[in-house]
């Protein structure tokens, strides 16, 4: 689910991730992040844009998780946009710390 919270930023709701939506997943986010980066052009446009992805609904955690928000964050910083995780659960902030990726997944509590 996407709302605008203010202007110029954008939350993405997430309600589920696992191995048999995460394709599908990712390619919603991919399409978000797409759809930013066509309308950098037009006049509804701002350079500060913020894409926030809302995590604290997601219940059940595997390495999806960490695989998708790698593959936004590539995106988003290819097509200069900024984009920041909410809320977290315990488990997957073991996984980031786990793999090591502490300091390229950050997210905001």
Request: some cysteine; charged content about 15%; overall charge negative.
């Amino acid at each position: 689910m996407i709302s605008q919270t203010a202007e110029n930023k954008y939350l993405i709701t997430l309600t589920e991730i696992n191995l048999d939506n995460a394709m599908q997943l990712l390619s919603q986010g991919e399409n978000i992040l797409n759809d930013f980066k066509n309308n950098k052009n037009s006049n509804n446009f701002h350079e500060n844009c913020q894409i926030f992805f809302d995590f604290n609904n997601i219940q059940n955690v595997n390495s999806a998780v960490i695989a998708i928000c790698l593959q936004w964050l590539k995106l988003a910083k290819k097509n200069q946009i900024l984009v920041e995780f909410l809320h977290f659960s315990d488990n997957i902030n073991s996984l980031i710390s786990l793999y090591g990726l502490n300091d390229i997944i950050k997210h905001n509590i």
